[in-house]
């Protein structure tokens, strides 16, 4: 690995807009800094599931794709175990048939699948591919330093998404809380009726029309805001009971 990879990937971090693109980088780096890496991919765990996140060019499609779907395949290992995982030659490989035989037709002859340690209880690993048998043994130790520094940047760009992912959703649910409230002092001024009242016919309303309650709420405050009259909000329908007359008497008549 060169003395300024250290710097650069600090900078990718820097540049990146976002996690897709800092992966992107990272993957097309890796091809220039191993020895004999001709492409590779970067595979995170989401919400249970292993995805490739980035591939560097010259990555074949489907590479990681059929490892996932089969649940076989040395990133799939890498991520799944946390052990590296090596195959020289995928000609004279016993593991993982499916996979062997689909990365044979593509031209990967030789994979190196190292196991990122980003997120306590996340599934990472970064896959390098080579087109030639044992194109990457001599390059498995400058593999493992250029993952060590992935890892590294990586779980702080995780980190950073996740933050950013809990900030939207705040934001979200606050200018929800706004817009209910909102509608919810329209039909108490409108109605004359009180706020736990009001709270209780718009969830009816929503529930009825089977449509969000923020939804509902935004499209009220939104004509209420507008020139055009406010759709009017059933009212609770209560049946009235009638009082019998009684029948004057004879008397009377």
């Given amino acids: 690995m060169s003395p300024d990879t250290n710097d650069t990937l600090e900078m990718a971090m820097v540049r990146s807009s976002g996690l897709d693109t800092l992966l992107h980088d990272l993957t097309d780096r890796a091809v220039q800094e191993v020895p004999g890496a001709a492409a590779c991919s970067v595979t995170v765990r989401r919400s249970g599931r292993l995805l490739t996140l980035a591939g560097s060019g010259g990555m074949p499609g489907g590479l990681d794709q059929r490892q996932y779907e089969n649940g076989e395949g040395p990133c799939v290992e890498a991520a799944r175990t946390q052990a590296e995982q090596y195959a020289p030659d995928l000609t004279a490989e016993s593991r993982w048939p499916d996979y062997r035989a689909y990365a044979l037709s593509v031209g990967v002859r030789c994979v190196l699948a190292l196991p990122l340690a980003v997120e306590p209880q996340t599934g990472a690993a ?6 030639e ?3 990457l043994g001599e390059s498995r130790g400058a593999a493992r330093a250029f ?3 992935a890892a590294d940047t990586i779980s ?4 950073i998404e996740r933050e950013r992912t809990s900030v939207a959703d705040v934001r979200t649910a606050l200018l ?3 817009v209910i409230d909102q509608a919810i002092g329209i039909l108490m001024a409108q109605e004359r009726v009180s706020a736990q009242h009001a709270l209780a016919r718009l969830r009816r309303l929503s529930q009825d029309r089977n449509v969000k309650l923020r939804d509902l709420c935004g499209a009220l405050v939104a004509r209420v805001g507008g020139t055009d009259a406010p759709p009017p ?6 049946p009235r009971t009638s009082t019998p007359r009684t029948p004057p008497s004879p008397g009377r008549q």
């Avoid at 702080?156 to 980190?159: C, G, I, T």
């Fill in 233 to 238: 909000v059933p009212r609770t329908s209560t």
């Fill in 126 to 131: 970064i896959n390098l591919y080579g087109t």
């Fill in 156 to 159: 702080v760009a995780l980190r």
């Fill in 147 to 149: 993952a060590a520094r």
């Fill in 133 to 135: 048998p044992g194109s």
């Fill in 176 to 178: 929800s809380r706004s």
